[in-house]
């Protein structure tokens, strides 16, 4: 199913099993109307926008860049049984998490292995790796611009469907804030048989 951002989509909330979640209204390139529940509970977000809120041209945009990011690494905007394709699904929920949701607070480091080449070049889309120190990999997109010039943190969102690291279990949607010390780059010289399962 193609689906185009236009002025019909729509931010909204809706209960799932006792749970209000955030979701978007949009209109297929086929006519048909969709509700695409995000995995952010309204507890979870920052700001909230207005049921009804319009999805922003800065909003298509991160939309783009996540979904060309996905795309970099082989992963397309393909038909799927669902509403939307693997790739919308992590896209949608990266502009929900990139807008909305809460800021991490404390920079993680502790269980991740630094990159041994230093990524230089960090943008917003990418798709990177960051190994954990029981040598198991897990996928992330970078949500904001980096600056090539700062060692600061960078805001990542979780891209894979469920990974545990140390005593911590990460879900699809989870966002955290890491060195750029430990950022690969998509399943970098690390070698690592582990398959992992996209949302």
Same mark, same amino acid.
């Given at each position: 199913? !193609?689906?185009? @951002?236009?002025?019909?989509?729509?931010?909204?909330?809706?209960?799932?099993?006792?749970?209000?979640?955030? =979701?978007?209204?949009?209109?297929? #390139?086929? =006519?048909?109307?969709?509700?695409?529940?995000?995995?952010?509970?309204?507890?979870?977000?920052?700001?909230? @926008? $207005?049921?009804?809120?319009?999805?922003? *041209?800065? $909003?298509?945009? &991160?939309? /783009?860049?996540?979904?060309? =990011?996905?795309?970099?690494?082989?992963?397309?905007?393909? #038909?799927?049984? +669902? /509403?939307?394709?693997?790739?919308? !699904?992590?896209?949608?929920?990266?502009?929900?998490?990139?807008?909305? *949701?809460?800021?991490?607070?404390?920079?993680? !480091?502790? =269980?991740?292995?630094?990159?041994?080449?230093?990524?230089?070049?960090?943008?917003?889309?990418?798709? *990177?790796?960051?190994?954990?120190?029981? /040598?198991?990999?897990?996928?992330?997109?970078?949500?904001? !611009? *980096? +600056?090539?010039?700062?060692?600061?943190?960078?805001?990542?969102?979780?891209?894979?469907? $469920?990974?545990?690291? &140390?005593?911590?279990? &990460?879900?699809?949607?989870?966002?955290?804030?890491?060195?750029?010390?430990?950022?690969?780059?998509?399943?970098?010289?690390?070698?690592?048989?582990? +398959?992992?399962?996209?949302?």
């Amino acid at each position: 199913m !193609e689906i185009t @951002p236009g002025e019909s989509w729509t931010w909204s909330y809706r209960v799932f099993d006792g749970q209000q979640f955030l =979701g978007l209204n949009f209109t297929a #390139d086929n =006519g048909h109307n969709y509700f695409f529940k995000t995995n952010f509970m309204v507890q979870r977000l920052q700001t909230f @926008p $207005e049921d009804g809120q319009p999805f922003s *041209v800065h $909003e298509a945009m &991160l939309l /783009n860049a996540y979904m060309e =990011g996905l795309s970099a690494i082989g992963m397309h905007s393909n #038909d799927s049984s +669902s /509403n939307v394709s693997t790739s919308m !699904e992590i896209s949608l929920n990266a502009v929900a998490c990139a807008q909305f *949701v809460r800021v991490p607070k404390r920079t993680i !480091e502790f =269980g991740f292995i630094p990159y041994p080449g230093h990524l230089r070049h960090i943008a917003l889309g990418q798709v *990177v790796s960051l190994y954990s120190k029981d /040598n198991r990999i897990s996928d992330f997109i970078v949500l904001d !611009e *980096v +600056s090539d010039n700062t060692d600061s943190a960078v805001r990542l969102m979780f891209a894979n469907r $469920e990974f545990k690291i &140390l005593k911590h279990m &990460l879900m699809l949607g989870a966002s955290i804030k890491v060195p750029r010390s430990v950022i690969c780059p998509f399943r970098g010289t690390i070698n690592n048989q582990h +398959s992992m399962s996209y949302a």
